[in-house]
Structures are given as C-alpha cells and as structure tokens.
C-alpha cells in the first residue's frame, strides 16, 4: 500500500507506488498502517478501491460510479470477518 493526497496519480504519487512495489494508493490507512509497525500493534484493514489509475474515464465519475456497488461488497466482508473473530 502506498499514499498520496489526492485522487489523481500525480508524478509524486507515481514514484512512490513504483518505488514501493505498491498495488493501491490509500489516503487513510497507511499513516495508521506505519504507527501499528511502529508500535508493533496488530491491524487489519479492509479496502476497497473505487477507482482505477488505468480506467478510461475520469476519477471523480469512476470514483461516484464504483461507491455504491463497493459500499454493499464491503459491508458483506465485514459481517464476515466480525463473526469470524
């Protein structure tokens, strides 16, 4: 997982993901990912992506098209993996 702060692949964010042998670019999860390495506190996080970097159409209409259909798959996991723990 790698970061960035905005939904575009900037050059930035680019590098960082090549660099870092990174297949998603999260904006919230990896400052909390690095403390619980840091701490050597267990986590677990569950992702969804809502946009591709490779996709044809823009972010923010591919980002507003996935929500909903991630929104339900994501809900489904989580019921999951809360009654398995």
């Known amino acids: 997982m790698s970061t960035g702060d905005s939904l575009d692949m900037t050059p930035q964010d680019e590098s960082s993901i090549t660099t870092n042998d990174a297949t998603v ?14 701490l050597k506190v267990p986590a677990i996080f569950v992702k969804v992506v809502t ?17 909903t259909g991630v929104t339900s798959a994501l809900d489904l996991v989580v019921e999951q993996l809360i009654g398995n723990m």
Request: no cysteine.
């Open 51 to 67: 946009d591709f970097i490779d996709g044809d159409k823009q972010t923010v209409e591919e980002f507003r098209q996935n929500l």
């Open 25 to 38: 670019k999260d904006m919230e999860g990896s400052v909390v990912a690095y403390v619980a390495d840091l």
